[in-house]
């Protein structure tokens, strides 16, 4: 029996163990189980996978996708671009090696959505978070200038900004604009970011990495002044394929 997983703290709501539990099922995969493994520190993961039977494979959540690094062997070069971990690899010989795969779910979903990407297509980023970090990296991808909106922006990074700072105009001239704070999460669905959003139009997109509610007030208010909105479920589900991949790569 293959064992995997999901690692973080705490984890009251799982994505990760349905998904697979009905992946497994629906698709036939036989001699799989997934589990929910709560880590309240992450240096227990060495004693979790001496104890687990054939543990094969592991999804890191909040709070560990960064203080897992140094407890790997290896890190895959799209970790390394993101500086986190969301997938962990466990080769037969014991090696565990990191991946991000929300870089890939991120940067496949906002192609899924047949926004024309020009050389002139810029991008603003709300939050400056863990989950920012593979938006950012599968931006720099795409060559694609962008700005990070941030509650207390870092006086040494130069690309963030404030929200006080987010004109009209500036919403105007960035086309793409990506969620990536818990704000319109269930069951605070009434919050959404605090932006101009009479300056958005046709031309926006709006991509909220919240899935729960499906429609988040950030979505309705672009919607309502024609700008397209999606939120972070298609996202989810490729990064969690691109795991199921690796696992069995």
Not at 178 to 200: I, K, Q, R, S, W
Not at 222 to 230: M, P, R, S
Request: with cysteine.
């Amino acid at each position: 029996m293959r064992q995997f997983g999901l690692i973080g703290f705490p984890l009251s709501h799982s994505f990760s163990k349905k998904y697979f539990s009905e992946k497994f099922e629906r698709e036939q995969i036989a001699q799989a189980n997934y589990e929910l493994y709560p880590l309240p520190s992450v240096d227990d993961l060495p004693q979790l996978i001496d104890q687990t039977a054939h543990l094969v494979g592991l999804n890191v959540t909040i709070p560990h996708k960064q203080t897992v690094i140094p407890l790997l062997d290896h890190l895959d070069a799209s970790a390394k671009q993101v500086g986190a971990v969301n997938v962990i690899k466990i080769d037969a010989d014991g090696k565990k090696t990191g991946y991000n795969s929300d870089y890939f779910g991120f940067k496949q979903s906002l192609l899924n959505t047949s926004i024309l990407l020009e050389p002139t297509t810029q991008a603003l980023v709300l939050g400056s978070g863990g989950a920012s970090r593979a938006v950012m990296a599968a931006f720099d991808d795409l060559h694609l200038k962008y700005q990070v909106v941030s509650r207390k922006p870092s006086t040494d990074q130069p690309q963030q900004i404030s929200y006080q700072e987010v004109s009209p105009s500036l919403i105007e001239s960035h086309q793409i604009i990506v969620n990536t704070t818990p704000l319109g999460m269930h069951p605070h669905t009434d919050a959404c970011p605090a932006l101009p959003y009479e300056a958005l139009g046709t031309q926006h997109l709006l991509f909220d990495l919240v899935y729960n509610p499906e429609q988040t007030l950030f979505m309705k208010k672009g919607g309502t002044q024609g700008a397209k909105a999606v939120n972070g479920l298609e996202m989810l589900h490729l990064q969690a394929e691109k795991a199921w991949e690796i696992w069995n790569s």
